[in-house]
């Protein structure tokens, strides 16, 4: 009897569905009543199953729910929490492809833009995502917003990401839909909001970044002789060096992205990784709970890092910044040109 109630919940569920796929934007205030009254009825005996975290019907329920009224929204999800789990699901999938896109778009040349507007549609397309604060998660959500909010300015921002995507029609639009979609407050302009929250947000991850800068610096001598070693191989590894022969001592240049931070330059996966080793010390020491996101890393933090592991180090602008070779300088928008050591002796024995 109990297998027979669960496939009735999901033949329930089935055409619950298929009426508001059918019916879509022309579904009536009546006919939407009916349908709330029957998701209501269906909660009350629903029993999940663990093959419902993939199941087919769950995920085109789940892309109607903004059909259905809001204030209605949170007794659903507490009485449906595969649906917590779908969300969940395709929050960390956009977080991956979003992450990796900012990883790679210094090697995707002319389809950076292209390649940003296919996973912002996907993201537009799973409308379900829009319920995302009924997701118990509050770190995975508060990164997915933080990509956001954080690609919607910059793709604005001729200092940042516009004219990499300025080709490309299609990407700052869908950009700033999904800006409008995940930071709508009645009453407010969505940019209002959103740039409220991510300059608080940014200024919080800032301080968090400093100390975790503080703890990292002050470590005892071996620890940073490891991270040295780190950051070195991180200089030698990043592909964006130029010869700087008119200054003196024959430095060298590394470009470190202005921001949205890409933990895939090789600096700044370095420097995560010495902080990941060591997490649970660092996060001790520092008085934090977890490591911001990486996205949110800012070029005075690695600056400071690069200080601290290859001495004296120094922001190239004015003239200096000109001595930078074209090919250097126009490996990706918005750099910051940092002069560094050609040699860093080692100051501590193995």
Same mark, same amino acid.
């Given at each position: 009897?109990?297998?027979?109630?669960?496939?009735?919940?999901?033949?329930?569920? =089935?055409?619950?569905?298929? !009426?508001?796929?059918?019916?879509?934007?022309?579904?009536?205030?009546?006919?939407?009543?009916?349908?709330? !009254?029957?998701?209501?009825?269906?909660?009350?005996?629903?029993?999940? =199953?663990?093959?419902?975290? #993939? %199941?087919?019907?769950?995920?085109?329920?789940?892309?109607?729910?903004?059909?259905?009224?809001?204030?209605?929204? @949170?007794?659903?999800?507490?009485?449906? &929490?595969?649906?917590?789990?779908?969300?969940?699901?395709?929050?960390?999938? +956009?977080?991956?492809?979003?992450?990796?896109?900012?990883?790679?778009?210094?090697?995707?040349?002319? %389809?950076?833009?292209?390649?940003? +507007?296919?996973?912002?549609?996907?993201?537009?397309?799973?409308?379900?995502?829009?319920?995302?604060?009924?997701?118990?998660?509050?770190?995975?959500?508060?990164r997915f917003l933080f990509?956001?909010?954080?690609?919607?300015?910059?793709?604005?921002?001729?200092? *940042?990401?516009?004219?990499?995507?300025?080709?490309?029609?299609?990407?700052?639009?869908?950009?700033?839909?999904?800006? %409008? #979609?995940?930071?709508?407050?009645?009453?407010?302009?969505?940019?209002?909001?959103?740039?409220?929250?991510?300059?608080?947000?940014?200024?919080?991850?800032?301080?968090?970044?400093?100390?975790?800068?503080?703890?990292?610096?002050?470590?005892?001598?071996?620890?940073?002789?490891?991270?040295?070693?780190?950051?070195?191989a991180g200089v030698e590894?990043?592909?964006? !060096?130029?010869?700087?022969?008119?200054? &003196?001592?024959?430095?060298?240049?590394?470009?470190?992205?202005?921001?949205?931070?890409?933990?895939?330059?090789?600096? @700044?996966?370095?420097?995560?990784?010495? *902080?990941?080793?060591?997490s649970e010390v660092m996060?001790?020491?520092?008085?934090? !709970? +977890?490591?911001?996101?990486?996205?949110?890393?800012?070029?005075?933090?690695?600056?400071?890092?690069?200080?601290?592991?290859?001495?004296?180090?120094?922001?190239?602008?004015?003239?200096? +910044?000109?001595?930078?070779?074209?090919?250097? #300088?126009?490996?990706?928008?918005?750099?910051?040109?940092?002069?560094?050591?050609?040699?860093?002796? =080692?100051?501590?024995?193995?």
């Open positions: 009897m109990a297998g027979q109630a669960e496939d009735a919940g999901r033949a329930s569920l =089935r055409g619950i569905t298929e !009426q508001l796929e059918s019916r879509g934007a022309m579904v009536t205030p009546a006919e939407l009543s009916g349908l709330c !009254q029957r998701v209501l009825v269906l909660a009350r005996t629903w029993s999940e =199953r663990p093959e419902d975290e #993939s %199941s087919e019907i769950v995920e085109r329920f789940a892309l109607q729910l903004h059909r259905l009224p809001e204030d209605l929204h @949170a007794e659903i999800f507490a009485a449906f &929490p595969v649906l917590q789990s779908n969300v969940r699901r395709h929050m960390a999938a +956009a977080i991956r492809s979003l992450s990796a896109w900012l990883d790679a778009v210094h090697l995707l040349d002319g %389809s950076a833009a292209e390649v940003l +507007a296919e996973h912002l549609c996907a993201i537009d397309h799973r409308s379900q995502l829009r319920c995302y604060r009924h997701c118990a998660d509050l770190d995975l959500k508060t990509l956001i909010a954080s690609l919607a300015r910059s793709v604005q921002d001729p200092d *940042l990401l516009r004219d990499l995507v300025a080709s490309h029609r299609t990407a700052p639009i869908l950009a700033q839909r999904l800006a %409008s #979609s995940f930071f709508s407050v009645p009453g407010r302009a969505a940019g209002t909001v959103l740039g409220a929250w991510l300059d608080g947000r940014l200024e919080g991850y800032a301080m968090l970044w400093q100390r975790l800068l503080v703890v990292a610096t002050e470590s005892p001598p071996q620890e940073i002789e490891h991270l040295r070693t780190r950051i070195v590894a990043s592909g964006m !060096q130029a010869a700087l022969s008119a200054l &003196p001592g024959g430095r060298r240049c590394v470009l470190l992205p202005k921001w949205p931070m890409s933990q895939g330059h090789p600096i @700044a996966r370095e420097f995560l990784a010495f *902080l990941a080793d060591r996060l001790r020491a520092a008085g934090v !709970q +977890a490591l911001p996101p990486p996205e949110s890393l800012q070029p005075t933090v690695l600056i400071g890092v690069l200080r601290a592991a290859m001495g004296n180090v120094e922001v190239l602008e004015g003239p200096s +910044a000109a001595l930078v070779s074209p090919a250097a #300088s126009s490996r990706g928008p918005g750099s910051v040109a940092v002069a560094v050591p050609a040699a860093v002796p =080692r100051t501590v024995e193995p």
